[in-house]
């Protein structure tokens, strides 16, 4: 059976993992120099501060703990052996079977739509409360067959949808400009996270806060978050709410949680550019430093897969009421928003997951950095299994969803204990593990004691009292 990663309290139900020996980086696939660009040390570095203790070291670099305070290890497996590992036929796409997907989810949404229009009315529910309460049902399952038509796109965009770029460049593009996603824009910078998942300098998706920035953002010093009361719940609420709602067009308009290193774009497009609104950076403008100027077309042609989308959703509005239109699409929108954020949140987002500073990060170790769930039949069926295969995706991209559940049985052996998976508890399981994430996943760290290459892998940490404390610091004296 799957491995999973470890929590010292036993009332989680994880078991322990093993031991393994570090990764050669002969035997992973890595980034250049050029690609890997290097930080300047700061003032405010964890480096500036001293440390009122350490752990035991191990081979000189010092031992690493995940935030359940399991000691962990590098991974020590190739590409290649994933690849081996995984039946030819599970390489197979068809585009048969995607399109055929593709009129399901689409027949699902329109037939969703024609029940309730046909029969939640006046004239058949009189009552307007019980009207009003189908009403937000039909909304919620409108934004779930939503969700398993934006993946299908999502499949598109890998080339996992068939063997054809043209129909699923085509597909995709229709597909995502009917959820107000940019196609290709999206394709390209969601191809630059595949390529650089965990890396801190390099990745585009939910890069945590480093302790540094995360003291920074509270108005503290960086060992005053030692002395920090816990977070309210109301607190961690609010931050969870804002993040479903807004997320997804934050990361869109402004690349928010994606890394803010755009100075270092190779042509030179991210100079006095940085994340948030008005900073430069966003998936719509083809100056964007998270393009070069090849991809200018393609931004465009994105732009205008949502103008067409925008327009027509105008002339419904006008046509049959702004209401309608609220009901009809807008808050299904919102949900389909919601399940987006959640599923990419929690497949990063953990506490047994590392990440990593550029001069320990290699892709072998960046793919292994995801965490596979389980949603019951949404996540499988309506999801298209996106929730419970993710750690696969990351290895092996172009494998198609339908046979992602064998490809990711076969990779287990391999991965060993660094394939990580939380299935406990099920559906209600992944829906509370968004609360549990929020609460012990706040910044990121270095294990205490870590030196050399272990200096570069950083846990999660939080001012909760959940799992493995922060490192305490003290400031160093600047008495003479």
């Known amino acids: 059976m799957s491995a999973t990663a470890a929590s010292r309290k036993s009332v989680l139900q994880r078991s322990a993992v093993a031991d393994s020996a570090p990764s050669s980086s002969s035997n992973s696939v890595s980034a250049s120099p050029v690609d890997t660009p290097r930080q300047s040390p700061s003032s405010t570095s964890l480096s500036s501060l001293g440390s009122d203790g350490a ?46 997907y593709v009129a399901r989810d689409f027949a699902s949404l329109a037939a969703t739509f024609y029940l309730f229009h046909t029969y939640v009315t006046p004239d058949t529910i009189p009552s307007t409360p019980l009207r009003s309460v189908l009403w937000c049902l039909y909304t919620f399952v409108q934004g779930l067959f939503g969700t398993g038509v934006w993946i299908l796109a999502h499949e598109c965009g890998h080339q996992s949808f068939s063997p054809s770029k043209t129909l699923n460049d085509t597909v995709g593009w229709v597909c995502h400009s009917a959820l107000l ?13 595949h390529k650089a998942t965990g890396n801190l300098e390099r990745d585009m998706v ?11 953002r509270m108005g503290f010093y960086l060992h005053e978050l030692n002395e920090l009361m816990e977070e309210t719940p109301i607190a961690t609420a609010t931050h969870l709410i804002g993040q479903q709602l807004f997320g997804w067009p934050f990361y869109l308009f402004a690349n928010v949680t994606g890394h803010n290193q ?38 465009l042609l994105s732009d205008l897969g949502l103008l067409i989308t925008g327009s027509l959703l105008f002339l419904v509005g006008r046509n049959y009421g702004w209401a309608n239109l609220a009901v009809w699409y807008l808050v299904p929108y919102l949900w389909v ?37 389980e949603f019951g039949f949404i996540g499988r069926h309506l999801m298209h299994g996106i929730v419970e295969t993710h750690v696969l995706h990351h290895y092996v991209s172009t494998i198609p969803f339908y046979h992602a559940d064998e490809a990711t049985e076969a990779i287990k052996s391999v991965m060993g204990q660094h394939y990580r998976s939380d299935v406990e508890g099920g559906p209600i399981g992944f ?19 870590a030196q050399g290459e272990s200096e570069g892998v950083l846990f999660f940490r939080n001012r909760n009292g959940l799992g493995v404390p922060p490192k305490k610091l003290v400031p160093l004296s600047t008495s003479s």
């Open 55 to 100: 752990l035991d070291t191990k081979e000189g670099n010092g031992k690493m703990l995940d935030t359940y305070g399991n000691e962990f290890q590098l991974p020590d497996f190739t590409i290649k052996q994933i690849r081996d590992a995984i039946p030819a036929h599970c390489f197979q796409r068809s585009g048969a079977r995607g399109l055929a």
């Open 181 to 193: 996603v940019p196609y290709f824009s999206w394709k390209i910078s969601h191809g630059k996270h």
């Open 206 to 216: 939910f890069v945590p806060k480093t302790r540094d920035q995360y003291a920074s």
């Open 262 to 299: 755009h100075e270092r774009q190779i042509e030179g497009r991210g100079k006095g550019k940085k994340n948030g609104f008005g900073g430069g950076v966003n998936h719509f403008s083809p100056s964007s430093p998270l393009y070069e100027a090849k991809d200018g077309k393609l931004v």
């Open 337 to 373: 928003n919601h399940w987006l954020v959640t599923i990419t949140f929690l497949q990063h987002t953990d506490p047994s997951l590392p990440h990593y500073e550029p001069h320990a990060w290699t892709f072998a170790r960046g793919a292994a950095a995801t965490i596979d769930r």
């Open 431 to 449: 829906l509370k593990s968004l609360w549990k994430s929020a609460r012990w996943c706040q910044w990121i760290e270095p294990t205490e004691g």
